[in-house]
């Protein structure tokens, strides 16, 4: 099974409207971490947002939020007044635990383009 | 300024042949990664390190060989055993922020294609 689930490929969003990115995840371990990446067209990954699973409020970080809904195991990223920078390809990331090198597993990932 | 640095930016190689892609980082990290990703996907883990001279196989590893010799570096060989090498390949190295969640800051990455 996916441990990480990016259902939308691709998305269109209008210049300074909010675009949501949904992101699913499967994990039986009570302590993980998810994390959101951005990679423009020139191929770097850009950390945006982090949530911990013992984080009592969504993450906020700029124009970038995070609505955990820990029951429905999903961490969907919220972009507020897009901007034409941010169009990209935005990956979501999972950390099961602490231990065995933090490793992060990536979702498919989610193609953004913002109309102007 | 503190970074991660990958080199060359585009790689070609011939068949048969062993090639290797440098990762360097100033930040002080300790843990580094190595990462394929292949066109419209995800990224999937070669190799992980967590100290100097110790490394583990990440998902990805058959084909793949690397070294920690040095915490500042972490390269990794493409071998010929590698059937399908093209796909660009990304090195991280991980934050000791706990309270960000210790996020993986990446390089700029490398391009390998076969001649």
């Known amino acids: 099974a996916q441990k990480i689930t990016q259902t939308q490929p691709g998305m269109f969003v209008q210049e300074k409207e909010a675009v949501t990115l949904d992101c699913t995840y499967d994990?039986?371990?009570?302590?993980?971490?998810l994390f959101w990446y951005k990679q423009p067209s020139s191929g770097e990954m850009i950390f945006l947002i982090y949530?911990?699973?013992?984080?009592?409020q969504n993450a906020t970080e700029g124009r970038y939020s995070l609505n955990f809904q820990k029951a429905r195991k999903s961490a969907n990223l919220v972009i507020s007044a897009s901007q034409l920078g941010d169009s990209a390809m935005y990956f979501c990331a999972m950390r099961e635990g602490w231990a065995a090198g933090n490793k992060l597993t990536f979702g498919g990932g989610t193609r953004v383009l913002v109309k102007p | 300024d503190g970074g991660i640095t990958q080199s060359p930016k585009y790689l070609f190689r011939k068949e048969g042949q062993n090639v290797t892609l440098s990762c360097e980082q100033n930040?002080?990290?300790?843990?580094m990664y190595w990462y394929r990703q292949d066109p419209g996907q995800g990224l999937r883990l070669i190799y992980y390190s967590q100290i100097v001279n110790d490394f583990q196989k990440g998902d990805i590893a058959e084909g793949y060989s690397v070294s920690r010799e040095k915490k500042e570096s972490f390269p990794l060989t493409v071998t010929s055993a590698q059937k399908n090498p093209t796909a660009f390949y990304l090195c991280?190295?991980?934050?000791?922020?706990?309270?960000?969640?210790?996020?993986?800051?990446f390089g700029d990455g490398t391009r390998l294609s076969i001649l």
């Open positions: 994990t039986s371990d009570p302590s993980y971490g």
């Open positions: 949530q911990g699973s013992y984080d009592q």
């Open positions: 930040l002080n990290h300790d843990a």
């Open positions: 991280a190295s991980r934050s000791r922020d706990r309270g960000s969640g210790q996020p993986q800051h």
